[in-house]
């Protein structure tokens, strides 16, 4: 089992799922998360959010103005403004 991932904008929920991989930007540069990382909370900042799958398929979102928390095997991302890059 890896990595629950719940990423929400104000409008909807943009993707779920498990990953072994997320990498966000933060006001204090960009962060790797996996399974068993310590418990955070930063403020995401402009950029991508960059979801490397189980399987490998990667998936991008550009997300703005909201935090990242990092809680047991939960990662949550929540953003004012957040879309799946095409």
Same mark, same amino acid.
Not at 14 to 41: D, R, S
């Given at each position: 089992?890896?990595?629950?991932?719940?990423?929400?904008?104000?409008?909807?929920?943009?993707? %779920?799922? !498990?990953?072994?991989?997320? *990498?966000?930007?933060?006001t204090e540069g960009e962060?790797?998360? =996996?399974? +068993?990382?310590?418990?955070?909370?930063?403020?995401?900042?402009?950029?991508?959010?960059?979801? %490397?799958? !189980?399987?490998?398929?990667? *998936?991008?979102?550009?997300?703005?103005?909201?935090?990242?928390? =990092?809680? +047991?095997?939960?990662?949550?991302?929540?953003?004012?403004h957040a879309a799946l890059?095409?």
């Amino acid at each position: 089992m890896g990595l629950q991932v719940t990423l929400v904008s104000a409008e909807s929920e943009v993707w %779920t799922g !498990e990953a072994n991989l997320v *990498v966000a930007k933060t006001t204090e540069g960009e962060i790797g998360f =996996m399974q +068993g990382h310590e418990p955070v909370l930063a403020i995401l900042a402009a950029g991508q959010v960059r979801i %490397t799958q !189980e399987d490998g398929t990667k *998936v991008i979102a550009d997300a703005r103005d909201g935090f990242v928390s =990092m809680e +047991g095997n939960v990662l949550t991302v929540v953003a004012g403004h957040a879309a799946l890059a095409s």
